[in-house]
Each structure stands twice: as C-alpha cells, then as structure tokens.
C-alpha cells in the first residue's frame, strides 16, 4: 500500500513536468511520512489493546517548556531554562520517572502575546508532550488557556496574577502565590513595617500590574488606609520614561510608593526614582527584588523592599540545596524565575509517579493530590484555585543583594 501511495504520487509530479530527482526525493519523503505514520498508528494501537496511555510507550517522558530565547526578555528566559535543565539533570541522575528519562522540549516565547502563543500552539500540536511549563508573563498565560483547555494537557502558567484561576480552566496549575494574596502582604508590610498611611501606586496596565494593583488596594482599605485615586498611576507594559510621573509623587503630600510591575521597567523605576530625588519608603512587587533590576540599577535599588516568591539569602532545607546547586552549575547567584521553573519540573515529576503513568490527564489528576510537597522556594499543598504555593517572601535590597526580613505563610 505504501509503495502504491508513492508510485501514484510520483506519477502526478512527472505529468506536471517535475525532475526525476525531485520526483525521487518527493516520493521518499512520502515513503518515511507513510511510514512513521504507520508506526506510530501501531504504537497507539498496541497501547489501546493493553489499556496503556500512548504516552507510556514513548522511551522518554516528555516535558515542554515556553520560555524567551529572543528579544528584550531573553534574559530572563535563560534563567527559566537554567533552573528547568537543573532540575531535570537532578532528577535524571537519580533514575527519572517511572524508571525513565525526562527530556525537554523549549519553544521560543519571544517578547510579545502572539508568538507565546505560538510557541505554545507548537507544543500542543505534537502528541508526545506529557505536560508544558508555560510563559512568566501573566498575560501571556492567559492568552494561552483556551488552547490549553481545548487540548487537555497539564498547564504549569510562571505568572502569578489572581486572574488566572478566575479563568476556571482545571489544566491550568501556578506554583506562585497569586496576586491576591501577594496585595495582602505588600499592605500589611506597608502599614507595619514601612508605616505607609498615604501610599501612592504606579503600576503596569496589564494583567499582573492591574490584579497586584487592585488587591493592594483593597487590603489596604480593609486596614483603614483609603488611597487617593489621583495617587494611582498606570503604565503601558512597554513604558520607559517614568520621570513625569515619578515628579508628580514627588510633588504630592504621599508617605510612600508602591510599585508594581515585572522586571524590565522596575530597574528603570529605581533609577528614574533616583534622578527626580524621590527620597521615600519604596515597596514594590518581585521584580523589584530581582537579579536583572539589582544589576541594572546597582546601589541605588538598595533600600526598596520587595514582596517577593524567592531570594537566596537565609534560605534552609531544600531552597538552600537549590542555591547551592545553581551557583555551582551556573556561577551565579539563582533568580526567582529559576527557582520557581526548577520547582514546577519536581512538582510534575511527582505527580507522573503518583499518577503511575506519562498520560496528560492522569498527570492532571495527580497535581490535585499534592499535599505539602516540599519544593525549593514554598511547600506546595493543593488549594481550589489551582495555585500551590503556600508563603510569600518580605525582602530589602543591601548593597546590592536581596536580604530576608520575614517569611510570611498563608493557608
């Protein structure tokens, strides 16, 4: 049947005037597509005839992973990779899962909405994907979910905006505290360690700024601190002059900023801040605290506090084992984002061995069986909304490093 296919679909490029080579070429490519094809019609076959998922008859446990390679957050992409390819070495080295291999496939995430969701359109398309880590961006995330939901496959989002589990999609899984959750720190830290009773707000419009945003404001209120509405500024995601704003903080009657937003404008914040002479208590979201805003703006992100998932300083346990392994695999100091990518790679690989199989859907009902697994950066339990993780981080940034100030859990 095979060689009839070929011989037919020769036979129509020769009238059409195509060379022999071509027609030589053409047909053995159509000879190996028929080929696979049939394999793997034969591998489905023999997994439906025995009860076993398709999956479990692959040689190796597929993960996939979408994460910037290109453009302004390559960056921070490649502290992602860097934290997924450690923990899949690690988890290797000591036998995989189910007695096989973790490998990885990465798609580009790129810097824009679109080519996310491209990139993880990619990894949908293919039928030997257990599971994806998806992109840091919230937005991103969100505009993912519905091809997600279509294809039901275990969804591990990086961004950790309280919008996500709104969306209600049961193959969508955060190992971030959620925003909602984060607001309500970031104001009991305003109130009783900065004493902020007049805050103003700068904020990035989309989704994580918007839900950080809100939240903040709202616990705020529930502590009796109301904010002024002329002291809430929003940003577009791609702003970079913030001076303008910035000066009017200045030249309001405000105690103090807060600030959030992801990581690319919040060193620009921190220097701008400096240039005005905005000489105030300053709190903003993780980013604030990251390895890319400290860098950029060196001394003077000393003094912001941040509420932050991670920083290596007067980590114990398993998030010193992390930051240790990372250093000595990286040379550097580990990120946020690693950390948090490193987790969600141990987080599926024990549901993998809880469900006992490499099938999408089992791995999924397996992540609602977490129960205090202990990661790196939180101790993971499962929750409703789909969000694992279970403390948050209060941090100051001195002489250029993140330094601990309290760990806050919440059930």
């Given at each position: 049947?095979?060689?009839?296919?070929?011989?037919?679909?020769?036979?129509?490029?020769?009238?059409?005037?195509?060379?022999?080579?071509?027609?030589?070429?053409?047909?053995?490519?159509?000879?190996?597509?028929?080929?696979?094809?049939?394999?793997?019609?034969?591998t489905e076959g023999a997994a439906e005839e025995t009860g076993?998922?398709?999956?479990?008859?692959?040689?190796?446990?597929?993960?996939?992973?979408?994460?910037?390679?290109?453009?302004?957050?390559?960056?921070?992409?490649?502290?992602?990779?860097?934290?997924?390819?450690?923990?899949?070495?690690?988890?290797?080295?000591?036998?995989?899962?189910?007695?096989?291999?973790?490998?990885?496939?990465?798609?580009?995430?790129?810097?824009?909405?679109?080519?996310?969701?491209?990139?993880?359109?990619?990894?949908?398309?293919?039928?030997?994907?257990?599971?994806?880590?998806?992109?840091?961006?919230?937005?991103?995330?969100?505009?993912?979910?519905?091809?997600?939901?279509?294809?039901?496959?275990?969804?591990?989002?990086?961004?950790?905006?309280?919008?996500?589990?709104?969306?209600?999609?049961?193959?969508?899984?955060?190992?971030?505290?959620?925003?909602?959750?984060?607001?309500?720190?970031?104001?009991?830290?305003?109130?009783?360690?900065?004493?902020?009773?007049?805050?103003?707000?700068?904020?990035?419009?989309?989704?994580?700024?918007?839900?950080?945003?809100?939240?903040?404001?709202?616990?705020?209120?529930?502590?009796?601190?109301?904010?002024?509405?002329?002291?809430?500024?929003?940003?577009?995601?791609?702003?970079?002059?913030?001076?303008?704003?910035?000066?009017?903080?200045?030249?309001?009657?405000?105690?103090?900023?807060?600030?959030?937003?992801?990581?690319?404008?919040?060193?620009?914040?921190?220097?701008?801040?400096?240039?005005?002479?905005?000489?105030?208590?300053?709190?903003?979201?993780?980013?604030?605290?990251?390895?890319?805003?400290?860098?950029?703006?060196?001394?003077?992100?000393?003094?912001?506090?941040?509420?932050?998932?991670?920083?290596?300083?007067?980590?114990?346990?398993?998030?010193?084992?992390?930051?240790?392994?990372?250093?000595?695999?990286?040379?550097?100091?580990?990120?946020?984002?690693?950390?948090?990518?490193?987790?969600?790679?141990?987080?599926?690989?024990?549901?993998?061995?809880?469900?006992?199989?490499?099938?999408?859907?089992?791995?999924?009902?397996?992540?609602?069986?977490?129960?205090?697994?202990?990661?790196?950066?939180?101790?993971?339990?499962?929750?409703?909304?789909?969000?694992?993780?279970?403390?948050?981080?209060?941090?100051?940034?001195?002489?250029?490093?993140?330094?601990?100030?309290?760990?806050?859990?919440?059930?």
């Open positions: 049947m095979k060689r009839f296919t070929a011989l037919i679909l020769a036979a129509a490029l020769l009238a059409s005037g195509c060379s022999v080579q071509k027609v030589e070429e053409t047909t053995a490519a159509a000879t190996e597509a028929v080929t696979t094809a049939a394999a793997a019609e034969e076993e998922s398709a999956y479990d008859a692959l040689e190796t446990v597929n993960i996939g992973l979408v994460a910037s390679q290109s453009g302004s957050n390559k960056t921070i992409g490649q502290f992602v990779i860097n934290g997924v390819e450690l923990a899949i070495e690690e988890i290797n080295a000591n036998g995989g899962v189910l007695g096989k291999q973790l490998s990885l496939v990465i798609e580009d995430e790129g810097e824009n909405s679109q080519s996310a969701v491209n990139a993880t359109q990619k990894l949908l398309a293919r039928d030997d994907i257990s599971a994806i880590m998806g992109p840091t961006t919230s937005s991103y995330c969100l505009a993912v979910s519905p091809f997600v939901l279509e294809h039901e496959i275990p969804f591990m989002a990086g961004g950790s905006s309280a919008n996500i589990p709104l969306e209600q999609n049961p193959y969508v899984w955060q190992n971030r505290m959620t925003d909602d959750q984060s607001g309500l720190i970031m104001a009991r830290a305003c109130v009783d360690v900065l004493g902020i009773k007049n805050p103003a707000i700068i904020y990035s419009t989309e989704s994580f700024g918007t839900g950080l945003k809100d939240q903040t404001v709202a616990a705020l209120s529930e502590m009796g601190v109301e904010v002024d509405e002329n002291n809430i500024y929003g940003f577009n995601a791609d702003e970079r002059q913030f001076q303008p704003i910035l000066t009017q903080i200045l030249n309001s009657d405000v105690d103090g900023l807060i600030a959030a937003c992801h990581t690319n404008p919040a060193s620009l914040i921190v220097v701008q801040a400096n240039d005005v002479g905005l000489e105030l208590p300053c709190i903003g979201s993780n980013a604030f605290s990251s390895i890319v805003c400290r860098e950029a703006a060196k001394e003077l992100a000393d003094g912001w506090y941040s509420i932050t998932d991670w920083t290596e300083n007067g980590q114990e346990g398993r998030g010193k084992e992390f930051a240790e392994a990372y250093r000595a695999k990286y040379g550097e100091e580990s990120d946020l984002v690693s950390v948090s990518a490193y987790d969600q790679v141990y987080i599926l690989a024990n549901a993998i061995e809880t469900a006992g199989s490499a099938d999408p859907q089992k791995i999924n009902d397996a992540l609602g069986q977490i129960s205090d697994f202990d990661g790196a950066m939180s101790v993971y339990t499962y929750h409703d909304t789909h969000c694992l993780a279970t403390s948050q981080l209060l941090t100051v940034n001195e002489d250029t490093l993140s330094v601990l100030v309290e760990k806050i859990s919440i059930d």
